[in-house]
Structures are given as structure tokens and as C-alpha cells.
């Protein structure tokens, strides 16, 4: 396991988010052109209602758990980077905030109308296993919705390749927790295509499974229902 093979240890991957917590907004502003905001607000239109109780996983320092509070839910949103969760507890202190991992959750069965995850599937050892516990804690009938990178086709592509491989690693060299912009294109590269991750949402269990590309095919949204 390596940043250049984009796998980690749990502890490995912690400790990078810790080191990269001070960053984090700043390079997602950037590396997405301040779409990534508008990405998330749409997630939560498509699987969050007024009045739901959310479970936002891998919460990071907490933009998708606040957009879905301001639709009107009662968001718990966990992480198991403490850097990541206190800047999230700083931007909203009213939320529940919670250190856990998304492999071991630490809710009973049916816990949630509807959960969450951007930008964080990709980062978990057992994703099997993380989709596994999101159904779980879904009551029947509980709305899912995933925003992960992903790789494009088509136009997009060449500059993809110019950003992911050639500048952001550039970025790493200036940045605290450098080896963190070499681990991004490489956990993407071998993170399932839009299409895969559909089937392992519907082998476990997930119903009405959807996906839809974003900005180019550069980021997928899927959504799906707990049987």
C-alpha cells in the first residue's frame, strides 16, 4: 500500500486527512472550480427531505451535512479524522459530529431516513462493506446519494489527465500533507467506474439505483432506495 498506488491503511488514510484538514476547502474550491458546492446541494435535493434524520459519512469538515441540515434535516455527520470533524464543528456547532468509522457504525439498524457521502467512498479498505453498513442503518425505503470523482470520457479527458496527474501532484509539493495530491489520481484510477458501483449498490440491496455524470464525467451521483 502506497500514495502512489492510491491505497492506504485506515491509519494511513487518517493521518493524511489530519495533515490536509488545514487545505481541504481551499483545494476542493479549487480543483473543481467551485462546483463541488453546487454538486453536493444537488445530492441532497435528490435524497433528503425536510424533517428526515441524515447520516452524512465520511463527513470531512462537514459541507454536504450542512447543506443537508439547511434543506430542513437533522444531520449526524461522522468522520474518523479528528482535524477533518473540529473544522467542521467550527463552521456548524450545532450539528452532531461524530468520530466513527463508516466500516463500523456505530447506529442501530434503520437509524436514518436518508445518507450521505461526498468525496469519501473512495478513501474506505472495504467499500463492500461500507455500502453494506449505509444500508443497514437505512430504514426501508431510505434515499441514498454518493458524489465520488471518477474517471471522464470523451472531450474531457486530456485535460483531466493534465490536472489529476501533472498539476495537482505540482500542488502537493507546496501544501501540507504533499503525498496526499499524489494518493487523489491514484485512488481514482482504481476506484469502480460509475457503472460498477451501481451493481455493488444493487447487490446490496439498493433499489431504483441511478447514476448520472457531472461536469463532464468528471464526478458521478448515485442515488439509490434501502429495501
Given at each position: 500500500m502506497s500514495?502512489?498506488?492510491?491505497?492506504?491503511?485506515?491509519?494511513?488514510?487518517?493521518?493524511m486527512f489530519d495533515r490536509i484538514a488545514p487545505v481541504y476547502d481551499l483545494m476542493n474550491r479549487a480543483m473543481t472550480l467551485g462546483l463541488d458546492q453546487r454538486w453536493?446541494?444537488?445530492?441532497?435535493?435528490?435524497?433528503?427531505?425536510?424533517?428526515?434524520?441524515?447520516?452524512d459519512g465520511c463527513c470531512g469538515t462537514g459541507d454536504l451535512a450542512i447543506a443537508a441540515q439547511r434543506a430542513g434535516a437533522t444531520v449526524v455527520g461522522l468522520d474518523f479524522s479528528p482535524a477533518m470533524l473540529e473544522r467542521a464543528r467550527r463552521k456548524a456547532p450545532e450539528v452532531e459530529?461524530?468520530?466513527?468509522?463508516?466500516?463500523?457504525?456505530?447506529?442501530?439498524?434503520?437509524?436514518?431516513?436518508?445518507?450521505?457521502?461526498?468525496?469519501?467512498?473512495?478513501?474506505v479498505s472495504d467499500l463492500e462493506r461500507g455500502i453494506a453498513e449505509l444500508a443497514r442503518v437505512l430504514r426501508p425505503g431510505g434515499r441514498l446519494a454518493i458524489l465520488e470523482i471518477t474517471t471522464p470520457r470523451g472531450a474531457l479527458k486530456p485535460f483531466y489527465k493534465l490536472w489529476f496527474d501533472v498539476l495537482i501532484p505540482l500542488a502537493g509539493r507546496i501544501l501540507p500533507g504533499g503525498k496526499a495530491y499524489t494518493y487523489l489520481p491514484a485512488s481514482v484510477r482504481r476506484f469502480p467506474a460509475p457503472e460498477a458501483l451501481a451493481a455493488l449498490l444493487e447487490r446490496q440491496g439498493f433499489t431504483g439505483v441511478e447514476f448520472r455524470r457531472l461536469a463532464g464525467g468528471i464526478v458521478a451521483l448515485h442515488t439509490g432506495t434501502a429495501a
Open positions: 500514495h502512489e498506488t492510491g491505497q492506504l491503511t485506515a491509519d494511513g488514510v487518517r493521518g453536493r446541494r444537488l445530492a441532497v435535493r435528490l435524497a433528503v427531505r425536510s424533517g428526515d434524520r441524515v447520516l459530529w461524530i468520530l466513527g468509522d463508516l466500516l463500523e457504525l456505530p447506529f442501530g439498524d434503520g437509524s436514518f431516513d436518508a445518507a450521505t457521502v461526498g468525496f469519501g467512498v473512495r478513501n
